[in-house]
T-cell receptor
Framework: DAGVTQSPTHLIKTRGQQVTLRCSPK?????VSWYQQALGQGPQFIFQ???????QRGNFPDRFSGHQFPNYSSELNVNALLLGDSALYLC??????????????FGQGTRLTVV | AQSVTQLDSQVPVFEEAPVELRCNYS??????LFWYVQYPNQGLQLLLK??????LVESINGFEAEFNKSQTSFHLRKPSVHISDTAEYFC???????????FGTGTRLQVFP
């Protein structure tokens, strides 16, 4: 079992550009959540996808968008990058939602640097 | 709104000494509680979790945490730490309806020989 895999591992982008990050969930998992972890901080919830729809969203602007595919993999897109978007982006997968979901497995993350 | 407070940003300790990493949460609903560990340049790994039942939960590598509802705490303890325990530890809470995780700011455990 490969666990949660994210690509790429590192990325450098210029301010104003757009970026797409990818996540493949752990085998058997159907729910994907994305988190942003700024340097020295705890992860912050961006949004969660289940059944190819955004199920819930954290306090992030519309520049952050996502998608979930029929095979449960997911993408995180960020438009009009700002320097403050530099962070480690973590993908977590789980089975089910709400009370059925009692454990999230995290990927290694994508380190995004905006210059 | 839920929140998590980790009272210590850094905890230095010598090898084989006991350690406690403190975590307090605020929530008006029943919650699940978690401790995650993050090694340098890595993602998060689940250390242990409290869902229901016994308030004392244990991990396979000697850590334990106790859910205290009256004090809204979920402190992490280990009676004897190893060099390899050096890492960042995050406490997190989720309510039972929305399974998004709310994290604390983390505690850096540094174990010295």
């Amino acid at each position: 079992d490969a666990g949660v895999t994210q690509s790429p591992t590192h990325l450098i982008k210029t301010r104003g550009q757009q970026v797409t990050l990818r996540c493949s969930p752990k085998s058997g998992h159907d729910t994907v959540s994305w988190y942003q972890q700024a340097l020295g901080q705890g992860p912050q919830f961006i949004f969660q996808y289940y059944e190819e729809e955004e199920r819930q969203r954290g306090n992030f602007p519309d520049r952050f968008s996502g998608h979930q595919f029929p095979n449960y993999s997911s993408e995180l897109n960020v438009n009009a990058l700002l320097l403050g978007d530099s962070a480690l982006y973590l993908c977590a997968s789980s089975l089910g939602t709400g009370e059925l979901n009692t454990e999230a497995f995290f990927g290694q993350g994508t380190r995004l640097t905006v210059v | 709104a839920q929140s998590v407070t980790q009272l210590d940003s850094q905890v230095p300790v010598f090898e084989e000494a006991p350690v406690e990493l403190r975590c307090n949460y605020s929530s008006s609903v029943s919650v699940y509680l978690f401790w995650y560990v993050q090694y340098p340049n890595q993602g998060l790994q689940l250390l242990l979790k409290y869902l229901s039942g016994s308030t004392l939960v244990e991990s396979i590598n000697g850590f334990e945490a106790e859910f205290n509802k009256s004090q809204t705490s979920f402190h992490l303890r280990k009676p004897s730490v190893h060099i390899s325990d050096t890492a960042e530890y995050f406490c997190a809470v989720s309510d039972r309806d929305t399974d998004k995780l709310i994290f604390g700011t983390g505690t850096r455990l540094q174990v010295f020989p």
